[in-house]
């Protein structure tokens, strides 16, 4: 009995030392993703806080940090599978400016590329042009795009992984598959992760069209609809998580809502006039979308409901995210406009230092978006068929997502 005793601790200690060995670049992909969502907040909210500054400001450089530990990972794995890697591995790249590449390695370095070159481009544009009125201005444009094939690069690093470990554990025998397992769960759940901080990075690019002053109006759900089901529904199929959509939900309402609450406890003041508010600790960022909701509603769907036709599970779990995604987004707008969600929890009062806090329609659906409700119904209806196209689009992806080993 102590010899089975001390067997059974010996797995155990195996398994618990085994379940976090992995390759270092899986890691650096993880605190790309983290440090570029984080830093891209905070520049925002520093910018509302305490204006244009230098090119390397704290913010910059968290957000220069992901894309250099991006392209560190995915340059590696370019250099070792050119010069060092089996037929095999060779066999499995793709050509990229004479190296073989992972995939995942691929979008990597073009995204480091990409937002490394965005850098002394915007520092330009803002000596050129001065502030910026927009979000996407053309060096912010391009530093999106890297951003976000940065992300992308993430994702499918750890969907490879996955789906190499996966392979891994239908062929291990007993003893191996308890060590095996659960690296197994932890990479699934790595995995989703990644989707949520895409997502993450995806709804601050969009605020310009889906801000809660805009929910009343068609474009907002149009643009939703798209964005939003491609990732969620593509990570449902691609994950072998019971609630992978719920969770990377989770996991974009919980790196917003952390920067929500956490940047204001902040000491800030403003350094680039006119202030016109005495701005003393950092302004917060918008409170995210309530994705959650639907989230939740297409898990349940997809183990409980799920078809064999494709093109019916994308008409209904469309219907499903277009219908929940409207009603929860149409009223949740509404209150963040109200006075009830002028709170540190909502931040729905909060305003930059050069804001006109008494604008008549800072806390009002801007009149200019509206409507008339034959062109609203016409506007949903094109918006509900984008939903369910994206949601189609998405579960071709994830069937390829499911398969993919490059």
């Known amino acids: 009995m102590e010899l089975t005793y001390s067997r059974q601790q010996e797995q155990q200690t195996l398994v618990a030392n085994t379940a976090w060995n992995m390759p270092w670049y899986i890691y650096t992909a993880l605190l790309a993703t983290t440090s570029i969502i984080t830093g891209l907040i905070w520049d925002i909210s520093w910018h509302l806080s305490i204006g244009r500054d230098g090119l390397f400001s704290p913010p910059h450089l968290l957000i220069y940090l992901g894309g250099v530990l991006g392209g560190i990972g995915g340059g590696y794995l370019m250099i070792k599978t050119t010069f060092f890697g089996s037929q095999a591995e060779k066999a499995k790249g793709v050509w990229f400016w004479g190296f073989r590449s992972p995939l995942s390695a691929l979008f990597l370095v073009w995204g480091a590329l990409a937002m490394l070159t965005s850098a002394p481009f915007d520092d330009w544009w803002h000596n050129a042009y001065g502030l910026d009125v927009k979000i996407l201005s053309p060096p912010h444009a391009l530093l999106a795009m890297g951003m976000l094939v940065i992300q992308l690069g993430a994702v ?8 190499v470990l996966k392979s891994e554990y239908e062929a291990a025998n007993y003893e191996q598959k308890l060590i095996l397992d659960k690296k197994f769960k932890r990479v699934k759940l790595m995995y989703v992760y990644t989707v949520g901080m895409l997502i993450a990075i995806l709804g601050v690019v969009l605020t310009e069209y889906m801000n809660p002053n805009v929910a009343h109006a068609s474009t907002y759900y149009k643009v939703g609809g798209f964005i939003f089901p491609l990732f969620m529904v593509s990570a449902g199929r691609a994950s072998g998580l019971k609630f992978p959509i719920t969770i990377a939900a989770l996991f974009y309402t919980g790196i917003n809502l952390f920067m929500l609450w956490f940047l204001p406890l902040f000491p800030a003041e403003p350094l680039l006039g006119p202030v016109v508010n005495e701005i003393t600790h950092y302004v917060p960022f918008e409170f995210p979308h309530l994705l959650i909701v639907p989230a939740v509603l297409l898990d349940l769907y997809r183990n409980k409901t799920s078809f064999n036709n494709d093109w019916i599970n994308a008409a209904l779990m469309g219907t499903i995210f277009f219908v929940s995604f409207f009603v929860t987004q149409r009223y949740f707008s509404e209150f963040l406009l109200s006075d009830y969600a002028k709170n540190w929890v909502f931040a729905a009062d909060a305003v930059a230092y050069n804001w006109n806090p008494d604008w008549q329609y800072r806390f009002e659906f801007y009149p200019w978006r509206a409507e008339e409700f034959p ?26 997502m499911r398969a993919v080993k490059r």
């Open 375 to 400: 062109v609203l119904m016409k506007g949903l209806a094109i918006a509900l068929g984008i939903t369910i196209l994206s949601s189609r689009l998405a579960l071709l992806w994830g069937d390829w």
């Open 156 to 163: 499918i690093q750890l969907l490879t992984y996955q789906n």
